[in-house]
């Protein structure tokens, strides 16, 4: 059965992004090698990706091309009349645990859940996260939006991998404690 | 010449202990070999501590011996009527940072940041930390005091190092990149 995975990058201070939404620190950390800190790897295990409205439309204002071709991509949302403009991506404004647990029964490959923090929430409290890798970079933002914003639901992990780079970046593997 | 080190404990949602102080989770991880995660050898660095009056108060009412024996310690607070209990413990209510720049000078030993939030974001502010030991327990805590508020000033750092444990437990070091 498919697993769902937060795949994330954070500041030292868990933020995702500025409170703007820009990303602009991800991109300004030297890396004369351009390791892609495992994500070519990751992604050939991945079928799925979900992602929340504001997280989409973050995604959208980047103005590359759609970043997740071959893949089946949702983006939920309560508005159901949300009209999405990227290929393969579909609008999801019903039951999410639902949703989910239909996909792993019908999917083989992973779900990448990308964000955001409300979304993280959702799925914390709903027991719907199998595994988390957090990509941790040496910066401390000091302001922005956080990955783990308040009022989650208390969680115990299991360690489960560590990869560091040459650049200061830590991917850190968690997997649920059941 | 010292180095004025943040040693802490922080949960995957970069929370450092429940909103009413409590730190019960750190202890309720399994720990069967009774690892110190490197308590001890970072100990035996430190000659001085420094935490704000708050942290001070809820290590207090942790209703243990006091932990700091043997070392210096300076509790920050604005109340210059504030009057210390413990052995070694001494009030610092007074230019924070020019205290910390005549304690390098004076002193041989690391410094030991202890916390909290607030001193963290004062330390950050004024450019006085120097290094970072982030003790990352594998659970998500969903509530409770920040290790890095808001309105912190950005800042770049170094990944130093990385150890962990048996059980869960990551430390992560990091300099800071002036």
Known sequence: MPKVILYIATSLDGKIARSDGSVDWLESLPNPNGLDYGYAEFLAGIG??????????????????WPYVGLQSYVATSDQA?????????????????????????????????GGG???????E???????????????????????????KESNWQLMDIKSFETGIVNLTY???K
Do not use: C, N
Not at 118 to 124: C, D, G, K, T, V
Not at 130 to 149: A, K, N
């Open 48 to 65: 799925t990706t979900i992602m929340g409205r504001k997280t989409y439309e973050v995604v959208l204002g980047f103005g590359v091309d």
């Open 82 to 114: 949300y009209v999405t403009s990227t290929p393969d991506t579909f609008r999801v404004s019903y039951d999410l645990a639902a949703f989910v647990g239909q996909l792993k029964s019908t999917t083989e490959k992973d779900i990448w859940l990308i």
């Open 175 to 177: 997997q649920r404690l």
């Open 126 to 152: 709903k027991d719907l996260l199998d595994e988390m890798i957090l990509t941790i970079f040496p910066t401390i933002l000091g302001e922005g939006i956080q990955l783990f914003p308040g009022h989650l």
């Open 118 to 124: 409300e979304l993280i929430r959702y799925f914390l």
